[in-house]
């Protein structure tokens, strides 16, 4: 029941990442008046950060055992570098009968490009296990769960399965 457990916690800190980004936007508009003769639109406002939707279909899809590997890897930052953690994702995901359920809002980090979210970790016979702070990666337009989150899952349910990428410095 403990190694259950385990799973279920590393699942929840992978899923949760792809939360915080959900929350993120850029929904404020400038009250400042420009002296510029150049008017301003909200087009030209910063791009609104993910959704908590959007951030759920990534976990989604970084543990769905119908999806290819090569359509994976796009799911976490420098997934290309250990296609073997989606494998031992998906397969700890299975095992512990868990759902990640990532909860608005989604914000924005200090640092450019980053969002986090909270996750619930559902699992069959215990309450909703509600891991905060899980970190999504804006990378060209695509929003990626953080590698240490993708990581962490891992190294806490199939410790034996870890890629060598996880035990590299970031």
């Given at each position: 029941m403990q190694k259950v457990s385990v799973k279920s916690l590393a699942l929840v800190a992978v899923l949760s990442a792809g939360l915080t980004l959900s929350a993120c936007g850029g929904d404020e508009e400038s009250t400042t008046e420009s002296s510029s003769a150049a008017p301003t639109s909200s087009s030209e406002a910063a791009p609104a950060g993910p959704t908590a939707a959007d951030l759920q279909a990534i976990l989604e899809r970084a543990?769905?055992?119908?999806?290819?590997?090569?359509q994976k890897v796009n799911t976490v930052v420098d997934g290309e570098q250990a296609p073997e953690l989606f494998e031992s994702m998906t397969r700890a995901s299975q095992d512990a009968k868990a759902?990640?359920?990532v909860k608005e809002p989604v914000l924005p980090s200090a640092l450019p490009g980053i969002y986090t979210a909270s996750v619930n970790l559902i699992m069959p016979d215990r309450e909703p296990q509600l891991i905060s702070g899980v970190e999504f990666v804006d990378q060209g337009g695509e929003y990626k769960l953080d590698r240490k989150w993708a990581c962490d899952l891992v190294s806490n349910v199939v410790p034996d399965q870890v890629p060598a990428m996880c035990n590299e410095a970031y």
């Open positions: 543990v769905d055992p119908n999806v290819p590997t090569e759902q990640l359920e």
